[in-house]
């Protein structure tokens, strides 16, 4: 992101781009092909290689497996291994983006999301004329995972920043945390790290013929056992290397580690890429201890039933008795022509050249609850319209200078 990016605008790319790569756990080559969307599009994938290319919304409702990347599933396509590329859409500051594949699989490419970072560099970030709705997150929201050892937390803030911690109880790695203060940040500090695993957990793999994706210099291998000789003239083969050892620090020498925390920052990414899916772009500090996919995922589907729960207060105006008044009930009978029982607005609290925020006292003594349900009062609809309707005339007022205005609904 650059200095002039306005983060309460909706951006998209500039214009399509296009990249090629095999996916890790299928080892199919897929083309993928990132486009621009319209305003309020988000993220969509598209199979365009399924009879009707079916479309796939990046939505933590449609996910159906997390045990190896995040996979998303709709209208009979899936398409997994899609949270490093949606991590680097939300770093570059896109909002809308349909991407189309000829694949099961998102490619891994060095299991980052460098990669993808750099082809949306090539075309550009634009923005558009579309305010970006952001939500606030105003209480702590938790969700804990006693099997796992998972803890995660959203916190109000007043920008999107996450910190991971891992701790996998293992001598290599020891305990590591990373910390993403400003998502301007991500391009530089953690979109390089790769994705990591174990070495038992990349025999058992391989043993099940699930890591199809031929040469996988693509991930940092943490080796927590002594190996015997037999076990790294496999490894050669799977690496497509003549010489594999176990650094000093107990990795393989497949890779070189790009940060000493390396891992640790990967998470966070994965974090990033996962919680795209709530589908609305938020503001609020999350902590992660030990995150992984499924939990993540359901972090993202919690937010998101908070939002949808609370999304209609999201822009209700909070009245204070004791903030100053902007116009008092002297101005406003000096502007308006109305006059009691029809006068609906007693003051003014708040003022822009697009935005006004108008009181009205209503009491039990008020003329209409004679007739109007008597036995339950209710501030008749038309009125509630009418009192809109002058607050608005204030604005238009204020807005068209001297002279003088009758205010019409």
Known sequence: MDNNFNPDKQHTLANAISISGTGLHTGILADMTLKPANAGFGFQFQRVDLPNKPIIKADCDLVT?????????????????????????????????LIE?????????????????????????????????????????????EEKRVEMVIMPAREYQITTLIDFNSPVLGTQHAELKTMRNFKNKISACRTFCFLHELEMLLDNNLVKGGDINNAIVVVDRAIETEELERLKKVFKKEHIEVKSEGYLNNLELRFPNEPARHKLLDVVGDL?????????????????????????????????????LKDTPQYDPNQPIVYDLGYIEKTL??????????????????????????????????????GNPVMPGVLQVEALAQCGGILAINLAGEGEYDTYF
């Open 65 to 97: 497996d997390t045990s190896r990347g995040t996979t998303l599933e709709a209208n009979g396509a899936k398409i997994s291994t899609v949270e490093h590329l949606l991590a680097a859409l939300v770093g570059m500051g896109v909002d809308n983006c």
């Open 101 to 145: 594949i000829n694949g099961p699989e998102v490619p891994i490419m060095d299991g980052s999301s460098m990669p993808f970072i750099e082809i949306i560099e090539e075309v550009g970030v634009v923005e558009q004329n579309a305010a970006k709705a952001w939500y606030s997150i105003d209480e702590n929201l938790y969700l804990s995972n």
């Open 276 to 312: 795209a899916l709530i589908g609305y772009p938020v503001k609020g500090r999350v902590i992660a201890n030990r995150p992984g996919h499924s939990t993540n995922v359901e972090f993202a589907r919690l937010i998101k039933q908070h939002i949808k729960e609370n999304k209609h």
């Open 337 to 374: 022509p109305h006059r009691f029982p029809f006068l609906l607005v007693d003051k003014i609290i708040d003022l822009t050249d697009n935005r006004i925020v108008g009181v009205k006292n209503v009491t039990f003594n008020e003329w209409y609850f004679q007739g109007h349900f008597p």
